[in-house]
């Protein structure tokens, strides 16, 4: 079972939230969720449109139940006044050979960002991976140009490991390259 305890956050503005690992029962307030961040989708690769799929409670319900019974994946939710303001995932490769990597997401509503909240997931999520019994790595990839997020991942210490060229290209035809950084634990 992937489940943290849940941690209470205080942001910069004073703000408490709590971040704990989302249920079945959750589905109704993470599609609720999903349905509002990507209306910007510009860093994520999963477009609007593509994620209009995520959003069948019945389906959402069952990803979330085998993602909270399974030791190689872990959701967290962070909520605010019984809102979910952000998702966050560690999933555990899944062959032999990619078991100790987990790749890592994360994601908050524009209004929720720039106070401290990314700092707090991603230490709740690096203090999974630590404590994980064969987890050594985590791993991401984000847009070259997503200063924010790369400034994020840069304060929790993940370091530039490559570079995908053109990884990335959008409807208007632009192209952006996809930076893979990694820690250990
Ligand atoms: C990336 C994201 C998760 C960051 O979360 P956040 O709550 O804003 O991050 P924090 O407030 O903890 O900021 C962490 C550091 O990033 C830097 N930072 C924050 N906002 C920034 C901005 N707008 N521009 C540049 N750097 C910024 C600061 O150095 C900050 O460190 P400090 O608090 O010690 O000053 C959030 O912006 C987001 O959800 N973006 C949209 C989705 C996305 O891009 N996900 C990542 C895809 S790879």
């Known amino acids: 079972m992937a489940a943290i305890e849940p941690k209470t956050a205080t942001l910069k503005n004073g703000k408490e939230v709590c971040i704990r690992t989302p249920v079945a029962e959750d589905a109704p307030r993470v599609i609720r969720y999903l349905k509002t961040v990507f209306v910007d989708d510009r860093f994520f690769m999963t477009t609007e449109e593509e994620a209009q799929k995520w959003q069948e409670p019945e389906r959402e319900q069952k990803i979330l139940h085998e993602n909270y019974l399974d030791d190689n994946k872990l959701i967290l939710a962070t909520e605010m006044n019984q809102r979910i303001i952000s998702l966050s995932n560690v999933h555990a490769g899944e062959r032999n050979r990619n078991r100790h990597v987990g790749q890592m997401g994360i994601s908050i509503l524009p209004e929720y960002r720039g106070n401290g909240l990314g700092t707090a997931i991603m230490q709740a999520m690096i203090d999974w991976g630590t404590a ?54």
Do not use: S, T
Request: charged residues 30%; contains cysteine; proline residues 4%.
């Open 132 to 185: 994980h019994p064969v987890i050594e790595k985590l791993a991401l990839g984000v847009w070259a140009d997503n200063a924010p997020a790369i400034a994020l991942y840069e304060k929790m210490g993940f370091i530039e490991e490559g570079r995908k060229v053109r990884e990335v290209k959008y409807a208007d035809g632009q192209y952006d390259d996809c930076i893979c950084m990694y820690r250990f634990v």
